[in-house]
């Protein structure tokens, strides 16, 4: 078994710096990274082009990063929950790239099993397709879209052991399966860090060869972002 | 005239035993409350369930498991999650048989525009472009003029767009019209709406057949 | 919940007809969708096209098709355990299209998801590429390689559920889950069959949504084809 | 001159901790047994598993677990097992550190066949061609020559190839070579060989330094 894991966050994030690009799994707040997020603002990193399916809001997660002006530019699909991330991207301090989200979520597959390229019919007639080759594929028209590339990649699972494995759970899987092995180097984060044999490796979400380092998350707050309920008949 | 209600009524009719069903966030996300209890039909959303339930009660919300648009919800039996990228492969390989969202405009060959105005903050397009250019079968939900009283229904988009000649149907607070080769063929007036009422909000083509029924709701 | 069950084999494999494309899942005779084709020989369908990783053996697996002379075509990627196989595949009676295996895998998977084509180092510079576009990113060489255009799909799961969801069991996965969704209609076969709610949506390895009928297999008999053992110390 | 088990014994030291190795059939497949035991390594199969451990004790075999080979294996803790698509994205996507696989013919320039002999019954290349053309290691483990006692390390492959420029390092039963611009580079002689012997067993171009050490095994 070959050990990925690290003593806490720090040692986690080893060799992230200034200008680099960072993936960061989760929608909404759901499934995001919060140790990394935390740890990447009390290093102060800065022009970073973070990935993500969202931008956090004003005052978690992502929007912990944007706060500080640690974000130079963001490719995400849809940003619309935070008020700090719309004054940086109107006054021009933000980059933004808007992605649609399944062209989102293969480009991390992509880079992840190693196609350089993919044809989706996402965005064809848009301006998304803008400067892109176009393609058609028995009469239905796609797009060409690329593999990112990025430095590191910033996962949050629900159990993970110290070979890697991960399990996630319900939708906070979402976008962080797909960018494990996404980047140069992934880092896990998990709810619950248990010894190699304890999962079931019938039940693993994701291989622990797509994982470089996995730490043992603390002070999980998993924040709701729309409480809904209803009422008891 | 329709409320949102009445537009997610009439198109719950729409939804059939045995269809998986994406539901856009605002009128369509209403439609899930008036769908026939004698028929089948499961809900994804694109954030990665399958078979998705109620509103949890009061106290039993959990963080992890949420739609896309970010409400907590619940699961029904036969449920199941999965990452992004198998939730756009369903929606992409055509296996979510009905897609219902909003729209800021259509154009009567089917353009749809509903994620930017320029000059205004834009959020994002989220799934939307991948839902529109996939989905075989594309029902809108939206209001048949915008708020300053314009047709939302063009002759051609002048907003950008969101995905090209995708949408088949549209359900509106006035009409239910289906995008044909030749315009927006009425099928429906709203209750106590007339043809030439329709007409006036329709900036794009609109074909009248000879008997345009009311709605039934 | 939509329901999937069909009460057997002979009800699961109603449409299927001589001369269409079938897809079957199996790595060797491990994960093969038994049931289906002890009916499939029995109907006596002709002229099928059959995408399988292996072609089973001679006496088990997709060899019995083949001994029946059901298989006009193969798509496979090794296909060297069957001897009747190699009889007709020299006196030209089959056809047969080797494929890489990780393309043979990928061509399913862009089939279930949506993708008409993709782009893959494997194969470069090979007979394999042969009449196919190929094409250089990030200074690397790949071929253009289309999604399966398949009739039925068949697939043998572990467990499964009245909602077509499906639990796999260890390396009897293989190609079963690319396989899903991948043809028109997508038939499993399960070892045991359980009611909607008795599995964790958490441990679904494929969702319902991709299966059109299940039914509850018989006899299995799970043949090994080499056992391979070592002595107790 | 080193017998089969000998060249996985060479090829073993080339194992480094940390590694995720895909064994081929044959030779390859010998190399776990003679792996270091202070280094921590893991062994995917294609088919779906990563953690492989020895083969079944009799009587404990799972027709549901098996490698590539179809033989019976065990998985060690920290295993997992995955889909074929999956499998194939660990080797595309380079996260599987060294291959090791036998060969017919080896190019000075890399390339390598190993899959199908013109005339004969060919089975197939199984997952050889997606191994060579993504793996960043690979090490081929062979006999220096063929049964008729022609060279297999060639100018140019005479065989259909199975992947252009990829071979790094060669193991054969005389001697280890490395792959380079100029042609291939003898590392080391097998014990007992001379460099002689290796050039008159070597078509292609054999780049010798001026001292080259025997093996150590």
Redesign the interface.
């Known amino acids: 078994m070959i050990r990925k894991t690290v003593s806490n966050v720090q040692e986690a994030l080893k060799g992230v710096e200034d200008g680099m690009t960072l993936m960061l799994g989760g ?5 995001i990274p919060e140790n990394a997020i935390t740890e990447l603002v009390r290093l102060g990193i800065k022009d970073l082009c973070c990935i993500s ?1 969202n931008a956090g809001v004003d005052d978690f997660g992502l929007g912990l990063l944007l706060q500080q002006r640690q974000v130079q530019k963001m490719i ?6 935070n008020d700090e991330f ?1 004054r940086q ?2 006054s021009g301090e933000l980059a ?1 790239e ?1 992605t ?7 480009k ?2 992509a880079a992840q099993a190693g196609f350089p390229a993919f044809y ?9 397709a803008e400067g892109k080759e176009t393609r058609e594929f028995n009469g239905k028209m796609y797009v060409l879209e690329e593999a990112f590339k990025a430095d590191y990649s910033f996962v949050k699972a ?1 159990k993970g052991d110290e070979a890697g494995n991960l399990i ?11 960018m494990c092995g996404a980047a140069k180097i992934t880092v896990a984060e998990v709810e619950e860090l248990v010894p190699a044999g304890a999962l079931d490796p019938n039940e693993i ?1 994701v291989p622990g060869i797509f994982i470089q380092r996995i730490f043992q998350g603390v002070d999980y707050e ?11 008949a | 005239m329709l409320n949102k209600e009445g537009i997610a009524k009439r198109i719950a009719k729409e939804v059939q035993d ?3 069903v994406n539901l856009g966030i605002g009128i369509p996300t209403l439609v899930a409350n008036f769908v026939r209890e004698d028929i ?3 809900f ?8 998705m339930g ?20 619940t ?22 048989d009905l897609t219902i969202l909003g729209a800021m405009e259509v154009a009567e060959n089917g ?1 749809i525009a509903n994620w930017k105005i320029p000059g205004k ?10 839902l529109v ?2 989905a075989e079968n594309i029902i809108v939900a939206m209001m048949h003029t915008n708020r300053a009283g314009a047709s939302k229904l063009l002759k051609k988009c002048s907003l ?6 995708c949408v088949k149907k549209i359900v509106t607070n006035l009409a239910v019209l289906e995008v044909t080769n030749e315009g927006f063929l009425l099928l429906e007036r709203a209750p106590g709406i007339t043809v030439a009422e329709i007409k006036n909000a329709t900036e794009g083509t609109l074909i009248v057949p000879g008997d345009v029924p009311e709605m039934r709701i």
Request: glycine fraction near 14%; include cysteine; hydrophobic fraction near 35%.
């Open positions: 929608f909404g707040l759901c499934g399916n995400s699909s849809y940003v619309g929950e719309e991207m109107l933004v808007l649609p989200q399944g062209t989102l979520a293969e991390c597959r989706t019919p996402a965005g064809y007639g848009t301006e998304v629900w996630f759970k319900g939708t906070a899987r979402n976008f962080n399966p797909c979400h998993k924040r709701i972002e729309q409480r809904t309920v209803r009422k008891r | 045995g269809y998986y089948n039909v499961e994804q959303s694109e954030n990665g369930v399958l078979g109620p509103f949890p009660f009061e106290g039993e919300e959990d963080a992890d498991i949420i739609n896309a648009g970010k409400q907590t919800i699961t029904m039996p036969g449920a199941s999650f999965f990452d992004s990228a198998t939730s756009f492969g369903m929606i992409r390989g055509k296996h979510v353009d903050m834009v959020k994002g397009m989220g799934g939307a472009m991948d250019a996939s950008p767009l969101t995905g090209v000649g």
